[in-house]
Nanobody
Framework: VQLQASGGGLVQPGGSLRLSCGVS????????MAWYRQAPGKQRELVAQ???????NYADSVKGRFTISRDNAKNTVYLQMNSLKTEDTAVYYC????????????WGQGTQVTVSS
């Protein structure tokens, strides 16, 4: 499984961005897709995740502002980010889970999101 994240950039507070994560390779049995983020000097944190059944959940800090979705026909997961705040600035990583073994968990390369005026 290979993950390719894109869509990051510089945006003003209150603005919007949409991140994309293209999935290639053996996508069979991917049970969960997620977006994580890591700000400078902070630990990586879960932002949003979506199961293969379409159930989604979010970090409290982004509820009501971010939406995770998936397009199975395009093998792509999206993160729509609205009402962005300066504290959303981070490198965002796409993640895929197939099982508990570390060999069955995959990370994309990260895409930088900077929210600044």
């Amino acid at each position: 499984v290979q993950l390719q994240a894109s869509g990051g950039g510089l945006v003003q507070p209150g603005g919007s961005l949409r991140l994309s994560c293209g999935v290639s390779g053996s996508i069979f049995s991917i049970k969960r897709m997620a977006w994580y983020r890591q700000a400078p000097g902070k630990q990586r944190e879960l932002v949003a995740q979506i199961t293969d059944a379409g159930s989604a959940n979010y970090a409290d800090s982004v509820k009501g502002r971010f939406t995770i979705s998936r397009d199975n026909a395009k093998n792509t997961v999206y993160l729509q980010m609205n009402s962005l705040k300066t504290e959303d600035t981070a490198v965002y990583y796409c993640y895929a889970y197939r099982g508990d073994s570390i060999r069955l968990q995959y990370w994309g390369q990260g895409t930088q999101v900077t929210v600044s005026s």
